[in-house]
């Protein structure tokens, strides 16, 4: 039973490129959050999908938009991108009626 | 300005020594709790849940304490080994009301297990 994946492990971008990040859920799940953990930090929500849909924002700029979808799996992109944006980037997966939330490896991100 | 979150509250103990780690949490409305573990370079990996119906709830090695009066949780690890060693993560999951469940996170204990 495969658990979150996320690709890829690493990036390098540089400021004012964009980046895509992408997530498959755990099996049976059909929900995806993503999160930002700087270094030193506990994680912070940036959204959740579902039905290919975003359910909930947390609070970050437009920037950061994502997609879902039929298959579950999901994308993060965020645009214009600042040195203040590297850190860890984590997906975590449910299913509808479940809570808990099962994280991936996460992306390193580094924006220089 | 803010530097708390690059300075961890740090635990240490002794290989076969129990280790409590304590976290505060801030939304009273808040109904599921998860303590996750942390390993250098690797996503959070999931624990023990409780509901705010219970106060306590034990799993291998590890039990969970819920005081919803001061809003207090606490993650105690038995016997605890060298691959105890990570940053334990407290997290709330409240409802927001549309079926959605955000996690916030607190700000992480760094448990170091002296051999």
């Known amino acids: 039973d495969a658990g979150v994946t996320q690709s890829p492990t690493h990036l390098i971008k540089t400021r004012g490129q964009q980046v895509t990040l992408r997530c498959s859920p755990k099996?049976?799940?059909?929900?995806v959050s993503w999160y930002q953990q700087a270094l030193g930090q506990g994680p912070q929500f940036i959204f959740q999908?579902?039905?290919?849909?975003?359910?909930q924002r947390g609070n970050f700029p437009d920037r950061f938009s994502g997609h879902q979808f039929p298959n579950y799996s999901s994308e993060l992109n965020v645009n214009a991108l600042l040195l203040g944006d590297s850190a860890l980037y984590l997906c975590?997966?449910?299913?509808?009626?479940?809570?808990?939330?099962?994280f991936g490896p996460g992306t390193r991100l580094l924006v220089l | 300005g803010e530097s708390v979150g690059l300075h961890l509250p740090t635990l240490s103990v002794q290989e076969g020594d129990n280790s409590i780690i304590n976290c505060a949490y801030s939304?009273?409305?808040?109904?599921?709790f998860i303590w996750y573990k942390q390993e250098s370079g690797k996503g959070p990996q999931f624990i023990i849940d409780?509901?705010?119906?219970?106060d306590k709830r034990q799993g291998q090695r590890v039990t969970v304490l819920l005081n919803k009066t001061v809003k207090h949780l606490s993650l105690q690890i038995a016997a605890t080994q060298p691959g105890d060693s990570a940053v334990y993560f407290c997290?709330?999951?409240?409802?927001?009301?549309?079926?959605?469940?955000?996690?916030?996170f607190g700000k992480g204990t760094k448990l170091s297990v002296i051999p």
């Open positions: 997290a709330e999951n409240g409802d927001s009301g549309a079926g959605s469940y955000q996690l916030t």
């Open positions: 999908y579902y039905e290919e849909e975003e359910r």
């Open positions: 409780i509901r705010s119906n219970m």
């Open positions: 099996s049976g799940h059909d929900t």
């Open positions: 975590a997966s449910n299913s509808g009626r479940g809570e808990t939330q099962y």
């Open positions: 939304n009273s409305a808040s109904d599921y």
